[in-house]
């Protein structure tokens, strides 16, 4: 299986600023990369996929690049609203998840 | 609108069964593959079973392969996960998610249902 290693594990912020989050796979998965977004309680939601496609209706605050092993989610200018967990995803073999990032209130 | 709604779970003892189903709405079900996410409590998300639209292909996370069965009846819009043997480290919240494909051919999960908990314990 593909492993997938996002950093940090949790981080805290203040609205407004700029959030970068890191996923990194074991082995080269292109451009199968999905981010998700999880509130307490809820279930996922994805953000973006093929690393760098925002899913419609996704605040243009939210971004993703990168390929191969090494990609990056992130949120341009933090709102109140984006305090979550978010997890990467790869799609390229048997789906696996990355351990989560929390994103708390600084 | 597109919906997933899953029903089923409860406490079961372990080496119980337990049953999973999954009711869609709001688009052709019989077009997509489906798949269950679980997740344990305060933990993250863990992939356990995919089957395509037709039902004839079927994976399987090693955790529960030959254990768990997924299956489909596109006549009742229904996804189905029957749980055997089930471990205290099976107790999470399953998800019963949609495979979408995008026109650049990316596979990615949407939407999820709300879940339902699975907890096994004596």
């Known amino acids: 299986d593909i492993q997938m290693t996002q950093s940090p594990s949790s981080l805290s912020a203040s609205v407004g600023d700029r959030v970068t989050i890191t996923c990194r796979a074991s082995q080269n998965i292109s451009s199968y990369l999905n981010w998700y977004q999880q509130k307490p309680g809820k279930a996922p939601n994805v953000l973006i996929y093929g690393a760098s496609s925002s899913q419609s209706g996704v605040p243009s605050r939210f971004s993703g690049s990168g390929s191969g092993t090494d990609f990056t989610l992130t949120i341009s200018s933090l709102q109140p609203e984006d305090f979550a967990t978010y997890y990467c995803q790869q799609s390229y073999s048997t789906p696996t998840f990355g351990q989560g990032t929390k994103v708390e209130i600084k | 609108e597109v919906q997933l709604v899953e029903s089923g779970g409860g406490l079961v003892q372990p080496g119980g069964s337990l049953r999973l189903s999954c009711a869609a709405s709001g688009f052709s079900f019989s077009s997509y593959s489906m798949n269950w996410v679980r997740q344990a409590p305060g933990k993250g998300l863990e992939w356990v079973s995919y089957?395509?639209?037709?039902?004839?292909?079927?994976y399987y996370a090693d955790s529960v392969k030959g254990r768990f069965t997924i299956s489909r009846d596109n006549a009742r819009n229904s996804l189905y996960l029957q749980m055997n043997s089930l471990r205290a480290d099976d107790t999470a919240v399953y998800y019963c998610v949609r495979q979408f494909t995008s026109s650049s051919r990316y596979n990615y999960f949407d939407p999820w249902g709300q879940g339902t908990l699975v907890t096994v314990s004596s």
């Open positions: 089957i395509s639209s037709s039902g004839d292909t079927i």
